[in-house]
C-alpha cells in the first residue's frame, strides 16, 4: 500500500530551507558590513565613522532636517583574540573623566585681574585670556558680551569681573524681581530661564510675558549674534540646555564655555541605564569636540555630595567645573 508523505517534509522542502539560510546569512553579513564602514556609503551619506542611536531634537517641528546628537557608542565590531563573540566597547560608569583630562594650555586663566577689589573669587570660574583666541582682545576693545544662565545663584563675583573688565554682561535668573534691570554699568539681570525647548505655543498665547526661552530664541529675540563667553550654572538641567545648542547649531555662536556639570543624577529629561545616561553625556562632550571646543580648565567641587549616578563611588564627584574655548573663534 503506497504512503502519503507529510505534507512540507521530504527532498522538495530541502532547497526552500537552504534558500531561506542563505538570505538569512546575506542579510547578517550585509548588516555587519555596514557596521563595520565596508561597505559604500548610502545615499545622503557622509564618509566617516558610523553613527548610532540618534537622539531627535526636543520639540523640533516634525520634518525639521537638524543634525542630531549621537550616543558614542561605535558601530565598529572589533574580534576579541581567539574569536568568541563581538561587542561594541561602552564607556564605563566609574571612568567618567575620562574626556576630563584631555585639556589645552591657557597661559593666561581668570577673571580678578579685572576685578575693582581684591575679594578673592569664591568659586573657579575661570576664562581663557590668550590673545590666540580672541577674548582679551573683544575686553580690551569693550565689545565682549556674556551671557550667564543660573537658578538663584547669589554668587555674582565672575559677572561683576566681567563687567568691570569692559563686558556686556546679560544674567538670566528667572527669580530677580524686574523684568529687565540695569544694575550697573554693563550688568544686565533679566527674569528668564534658558530651557532646551520653547514653550508650546498655545501656552505662550496665554502667557504673553513667559520667563522660559531657548536660547537661540534669546539671541534672536536681543538681536545678538555672539556670545564671547557663555556661562552655566543649571543644577543638572545644563545638559539638556547644551544638547540644545549642539542641535541647533548654536555653539558656533560662542567663544567660551564654562559650565558647572552634575553627576549625582541623570539630570532633567534624561534617563535610561545607567550605561545609556553615561553613553549620554560622553556624546555631547565628545560633539563639543567636533565643534572645535577644548577644554582648558578642570576643577572638582569637593563641597558637593561625592556621588555619581546615587552612588557612593570611591575618587566620584558629583560636581565638576569645567572650561572650554572655541578653538575657532576669532
Known sequence: MATVKPPGRGCGALPRWLLGAALLLGLRLCMELRHAGSGPPGRGDSPGPPRTHLLSAPGSPRGARRRQVTYVRS????LPRGGGSTTSPEPSCCAQGGLLRRKIACDHMGTDSLATDSSPAPKPWLVCLDDRFGLA???RSKRCRLYSLGLGSDDTHFEVSMANGGCEVHRFDPSVKSAHVLER????????SIDWRDPHPAVAAQKPHGNTRKLGSILNEF?????DVL???LESAEWKVLENLILEDVLEQIGQLVFEIHLHWPGFEVSGSESGVVRFWYSLLK???RKHFRL???YKDL???QLFLKKDLFNASSCYTLSWVNTKWR
Not at 558601530?75 to 572589533?78: I, K, L, P, T
Not at 538681536?223 to 556670545?227: A, L, S, Y
Open 287 to 289: 560633539e563639543l569636540e
Open 231 to 233: 556661562k552655566a550654572d
Open 137 to 139: 582682545h573683544q575686553i
Open 303 to 305: 563641597t558637593k555630595p
Open 75 to 78: 558601530g565598529r565590531r572589533v
Open 223 to 227: 538681536g545678538h549674534h555672539k556670545i
Open 296 to 298: 582648558f580648565h578642570t
Open 185 to 192: 554699568q554693563g550688568l544686565w539681570h533679566h527674569r528668564l
